[in-house]
């Protein structure tokens, strides 16, 4: 479990900088060069993540279960996880979806942790999505508060919206369909 919390608080602190102490975050950019911090940014955040994947494995060995969800909420996740990959697409495809929902990536990330957190009731899995809500729920508070970044991106169109959807759903057939059991050796539907 020690690799699962050290994982996520190196993963999470790392993208948690902008929230906590923006004007260090902006300070060390431009005195380290925008393109260095990036590099460190980004191998902090691979090594957090790495831990924290590995670290998950790891405590599903010997799980320490807190609650035991009913089967019937495996649907309810499977349908709340359905905008999921739509909102990822919309982050990077700017339509009408994007700015109905102004910060795609963290409503997914919000949603695919209050899925996961309904169908599995071990305390890796709380730990793991539970974090992942919490983060996500502070970042959507103090975004406001920040000076946005841009994010690279396709340009925008009105065609942006159908890619999100039809590549989304794409994305979403595949992982319930293969990747998800692949991935994580676990059938998302039995």
Do not use: C
């Not at 380290?32 to 191998?43: D, F, H, N, Q």
Request: positive net charge; hydrophobic residues 60%; charged residues 10%.
């Amino acid at each position: 479990m020690l690799v699962l919390v050290t994982g996520l608080v190196i993963f999470l602190g790392v993208h948690s900088i902008s929230i906590v102490a923006p004007a260090w975050r902006d300070s060390m950019a431009q005195r380290l060069g925008v393109e260095p911090w990036k590099r460190i940014y980004s191998v902090a955040s691979i090594a957090g993540f790495a831990m924290l994947v590995w670290g998950y494995g790891l405590a599903r060995q010997e799980p320490v279960i807190l609650y035991q969800p009913p089967p019937w909420l495996r649907h309810v996740t499977a349908l709340l996880m359905l905008p999921v990959f739509p909102l990822l697409f919309a982050t990077y495809f700017p339509g009408r979806i994007q700015a109905a929902v102004k910060h795609p990536t963290l409503a997914a990330t919000k949603a695919w942790a209050v899925a996961h957190l309904l169908a599995n009731g071990a305390l890796a899995d709380v730990l793991l999505f539970g974090a992942f809500l919490a983060w996500a729920v502070l970042d959507r508070i103090s975004v406001g508060k920040r000076a946005p970044r841009p994010v690279p991106g396709a340009p925008p169109s009105k065609l942006n919206d159908v890619i999100v959807i039809v590549g989304g759903l794409a994305v979403y057939a595949l992982f319930v369909g293969w990747a998800h059991l692949w991935l994580f050796r676990v059938a998302p539907m039995p």
